[in-house]
């Protein structure tokens, strides 16, 4: 799956690969769980396996698939896009092999009129394999936190050598505590969405926010979340936040 996207930080989607596993609460209420569950339930090639039926829900069985027809679809994207790297699973992950990860850093590499976004819930990993890919100035890398008990992934991302290190508290499930926030560029905040969706207090939201303007980390307010997120909205603080942030000179790990 690949094509524009209606996600508010980027401008469309690449998947090189399929499915996931489930390694900590935000992975509960997955968006991209459901989705797949969906596109297997229809027939297609890149989703057989990778869910299964458990508690009246589909859940991640940990099978992966590599998308090698997928691989090569940025480069046929002329127009210059920011593009959200496995939206429906994780590159990071331990079941993806090493070499692929390469494979699609030479795709990168060799579409710099785009701008890519790599999210995970598996820093530790990215810091370790990217120290020895070649630095990508069209590559931003981010992970998620949902909570203070997940907050030393941010840790793990300050180390890690990156144009744009980004963090995403989404859903954010709990209060993310303290934080420091040096060597971060950018944060994106935003509630859970769909039917079991858990509510995200505002105070969490102001927790986030002010350590933001604190550390000078560009905001980015992505939505309220709920069962009906279109009725919930976007406002906070009576705006929209939609900052991004600047690429640095300035690329090693802080």
Not at 47 to 62: D, F, I, P, Q
Not at 73 to 83: F, S
Not at 114 to 128: A, G, N, S, Y
Request: net charge positive; glycine share 8%; with cysteine.
């Amino acid at each position: 799956m690949a094509g524009l996207s209606e996600i508010e930080w980027t401008d469309a989607t690449w998947n090189p690969v399929s499915g996931c596993k489930v390694i900590s609460p935000g992975c509960t209420n997955c968006y991209a769980m459901r989705m797949a569950a969906r596109l297997q339930a229809m027939g297609h090639r890149g989703y057989r396996g990778v869910t299964r039926r458990s508690g009246g829900r589909s859940v991640w069985t940990g099978q992966v698939h590599l998308n090698l027809p997928s691989l090569e679809v940025p480069l046929r994207w002329r127009k210059p896009r920011k593009i959200f790297v496995n939206s429906m699973s994780d590159l990071f992950q331990d079941a993806v092999p090493d070499e692929f990860i390469h494979d699609v850093w030479s795709v990168m590499a060799n579409a710099p009129w785009h701008t890519f976004q790599i999210l995970t819930k598996r820093p530790e990993k990215m810091r370790r394999l990217t120290a020895d890919l070649p630095f990508l100035p069209n590559v931003w890398l981010g992970t998620s936190v949902e909570s203070a008990e997940y907050a030393d992934r941010i840790k793990q991302l300050q180390a890690t050598t990156a144009a744009i290190r980004f963090v995403s508290f989404e859903p954010l499930l709990d209060s993310v505590g303290l934080i420091q926030l040096s060597g971060i560029h950018w944060a994106i905040v935003g509630g859970e969405s769909g039917p079991s969706a858990r509510p995200m207090k505002v105070r969490w939201v102001d927790e986030v926010e002010r350590q933001c303007r604190r550390d000078g980390v560009r905001f980015f307010f992505k939505q309220w979340g709920g069962t009906n997120k279109k009725a919930a909205g976007r406002v906070y603080r009576g705006r929209t936040w939609d900052e991004f942030p600047t690429v640095q000179l300035n690329h090693a790990a802080e």
